[in-house]
């Protein structure tokens, strides 16, 4: 029963954050492009967001280490630090907004950076585990999702649109997190601690 009330943790972090930056990017009174502009201009100081995507940082941050605690129980492995990491790197993030300062700035980018690196390799990291307790399909998905993200995340500190590229990277893996998530709640992972 623990183990399902963390996993919840893989539903509601990917939906805290994803509400946050596309209610976000509807709503702000400031020039925003979901294309060009990162997620992160919508919690800078002075944004008129702020408080709404601070907010799905801090859904998003608390999430993935409950997450992470299912994940651990229920596939072993790696996977679950690398979205532990994830977790605390973006309460990180959520702690350091943009504009602050220029050193404020750089630490952001500092932990936006392993929050994108840890996100991309937790489902990863979940494969080999998930394909020795006979998920095929979520560890397909899962490596599929990963390398998507690690693709899109490097496109993304391009000259490309930023914004696009983040939000690609970003929602694939959410997307697996919250597959994954949903699959432990209704048992059809079987544990590797049964």
Do not use: E
């Given at each position: 029963m623990r183990v399902q009330l963390a996993a919840l943790g893989g539903v509601a972090a990917p939906a805290a954050f994803i509400s946050g930056w596309a209610v976000g990017a509807a709503v702000t009174d400031r020039d925003y492009s979901s294309i060009e502009d990162a997620i992160s201009r919508l919690a800078a100081v002075g944004a008129d967001t702020r408080t709404l995507m601070t907010a799905g940082f801090v859904g998003f941050g608390v999430g993935m280490p409950l997450f992470a605690a299912a994940l651990r129980r229920a596939v072993g492995g790696g996977a679950w630090i690398a979205a532990a990491a994830t977790g605390i790197a973006t309460l990180a993030v959520a702690a350091t907004p943009l504009e602050r300062s220029t050193s404020v700035?750089?630490?952001?980018?500092?932990?936006?950076?392993?929050?994108?690196?840890?996100?991309?390799?937790?489902?990863?990291?979940?494969?080999?585990?998930?394909?020795?307790?006979?998920?095929?399909g979520l560890a397909a998905l899962g490596i599929a999702c990963g390398s998507v993200s690690a693709v899109s995340l490097?496109?993304?500190?391009?000259?490309?649109?930023?914004?696009?590229?983040?939000r690609v990277g970003?929602?694939?893996?959410?997307?697996?997190?919250?597959?994954?998530?949903?699959a432990i709640l209704r048992g059809r992972i079987r544990s590797c601690r049964t």
């Open positions: 700035d750089s630490w952001h980018a500092v932990f936006a950076g392993l929050g994108y690196v840890t996100l991309a390799a937790t489902p990863l990291l979940a494969a080999q585990p998930l394909l020795r307790l006979g998920n095929r490097v496109l993304a500190s391009t000259s490309l649109p930023t914004g696009l590229f983040q970003l929602t694939v893996t959410d997307l697996w997190v919250a597959t994954s998530a949903i």
